[in-house]
């Protein structure tokens, strides 16, 4: 369950803040709930909704990403840090 998964707080980072934006910023977006570090993250759906916020072009239709398959939530991985690498 919630939480900050674990993580130990960094100096100067507020985690439970960046995690309450990426909620806000992932909120509507289909099969993405996120509610902590680890299992938000686990299937590259949440990186995709973040960088289609603002990258949509990029993303493609969102609605067409699954996390289905681990290929699925492979694919999700290479797409949001291919659009990640080429944008940021």
């Not at 369950?1 to 934006?21: F, I, N």
């Not at 991985?77 to 690498?85: H, K, M, N, P, R």
Request: net charge negative.
């Amino acid at each position: 369950g919630g939480g900050g998964g674990g993580m130990p707080p960094k100096k100067g980072l507020d985690q439970e803040a960046l995690l309450r934006w990426a909620k806000a910023e992932t909120s509507g977006y289909p099969l993405v709930q996120v509610t902590n570090w680890q299992s938000s993250w686990n299937d590259g759906l949440a990186f995709c909704a973040l960088l289609h916020r603002r990258f949509p072009e990029d993303i493609g239709s969102f609605d067409a990403l699954t996390n289905a398959t681990p290929e699925a939530r492979a694919a999700n991985f290479e797409l949001a840090f291919g659009v990640a690498e080429r944008r940021l």
